[in-house]
């Protein structure tokens, strides 16, 4: 008789669930007997939980982590005609906020060990109508931030870090989004602390960025029906907000299970030839949002012709991110020609995103790693 291979995804969000599910049921309940559905108390205290957690001083909550970053680049009135420099390999949220507050991004190269921007090429791309820096803690590894800090403050520039993917992760003995002037974060339920729907926030220690961010939110409104900006609708429900006060309360032992995940991961990929996992840097604490390895010297089809073959298997990878943002038909524009960022464009061709979640089992591990050994021989 033939034994049924079970699959492994890429994430699996149910099995996080069944764990939480009768405080979960039991919030969403309450929230939803009590007939206050926008802000209210348990928005309020999400929102002080969620700020205490990170280490700041305020916390905004709002409606997505691309709304976090909108309400942060307009707080700092960024507009048309400033520059702000950022990572090109990242999802489109991050450029796509700049793009929507009418400012440009300017995108500097990666490292191929971490595939976060690399700091000592911000310098060089600083001009008159740079406002700002937006780093990226990319798959959940923290930017090397007192390098970033360092030629912030020697230029004058506030840095708004983008920690959507990493919830959590620290930078010497602080947690990101509590480094540079503004942290975004989004509660997408991918992410590291993800509620059942879309939600983010925004963290600061400024009570001015606070108010005009929370003002932003609002309409333009502190008082009711007077309105003094344009803003937009940008609200946490409060249903995700009660269920985001649990998960808070998980998000710790979530994040080291994700460390023993990549810590077994890179056991058993260091030996494979080809293979290059990622590299912590020193002072780093990742969150394992995602675990992306890099698969030398081969092309993009090489490695879809891979991942076609772990398919086969029953293993799902993802790529994280095929195209890289300078490459995109909407920033052709901008005029980066290929070949302008060499190890970005690397990254996109050669990046492979194995399953990474807290309940990975060693068993599903351990077939993930031999699919990837047997498609590699086969290559
Ligand atoms: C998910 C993500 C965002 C956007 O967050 P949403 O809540 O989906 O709007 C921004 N930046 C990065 C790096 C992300 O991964």
């Known amino acids: ?52 957690y990170v280490g700041s001083k305020e916390c905004i909550v709002c409606n997505s982590g691309t709304d976090a970053l909108y309400l942060a680049l307009r707080a700092l009135n960024i507009g048309p005609g400033d520059q702000v420099i950022t990572s090109p390999f990242t999802f489109i949220a991050t450029a796509e906020a700049i793009s929507a ?8 190269d990666i490292e191929l060990e971490t595939f976060n921007f690399d700091p000592s090429k911000i310098a060089a791309a600083i001009t008159p109508q740079t406002k700002a820096i937006m780093p990226v803690h990319i798959f959940g590894q923290p ?19 983008d920690c959507a993917q990493a919830t ?27 509620g059942c729907g879309d939600g983010g926030a925004l963290t600061t220690d400024d009570p001015e960025i606070a108010a005009t961010a929370r ?6 409104s502190k008082v009711r029906y007077q309105h003094e900006a344009i803003g937009i609708n940008s609200r946490l429900d409060a249903v995700q907000a009660a269920i985001l006060q649990i998960k808070l309360q998980y998000l710790e032992q979530w994040n080291a299970q994700r460390q023993a995940v990549a810590d077994r991961y890179q056991q058993l990929l260091s030996p494979i030839t080809g293979v290059r996992p990622p590299v912590a840097t020193v002072g780093g604490h990742s969150v394992w949002n995602q675990y992306s390895i890099l698969i030398e010297g081969v092309t993009a089809e090489q490695r879809d012709r891979l991942r076609t073959q772990m398919q086969a298997q029953g293993i799902s990878t993802m790529v994280y991110y095929p195209v890289p943002l300078h490459r995109q038909p909407v920033y052709e524009d901008l005029g980066y020609q290929p070949g302008s960022l060499p190890n970005t464009e690397q990254a996109a061709e050669q990046v492979l995103a194995l399953p990474m979640f807290p309940e990975l089992t060693d068993e599903q591990q351990n077939r993930v790693v031999y699919a990837l050994k047997d498609a590699l021989t086969a290559l």
Not at 7 to 36: C, F, H, K, W
Not at 102 to 107: I, N, R, S
Not at 143 to 161: G, S, Y
Not at 215 to 220: K, S
């Open 1 to 52: 008789m033939n034994q049924v291979i079970q699959p492994v995804p890429p994430l699996d969000l149910t099995r996080q669930y069944a764990t939480i599910e009768r405080d979960v049921s039991a919030a969403v309940m309450q929230v939803l007997a009590s007939g206050q559905y926008i802000n209210g108390p348990v928005v309020e205290s999400f929102s002080e939980q969620f700020g205490q």
């Open 101 to 108: 507050v009418g400012a440009t991004p300017v995108f500097i």
């Open 143 to 161: 930017v090397d931030m007192d390098a970033v800090m360092a030629v912030a403050q020697q230029h004058h520039l506030p840095v708004i870090e």
């Open 168 to 194: 959590g992760a620290r930078w010497q003995d602080q947690k990101v989004g509590s480094i540079g002037r503004i942290g975004c974060f989004s509660f997408f339920p991918t992410k590291n602390l993800g």
């Open 215 to 220: 003002l932003l939110r609002d309409h333009g």
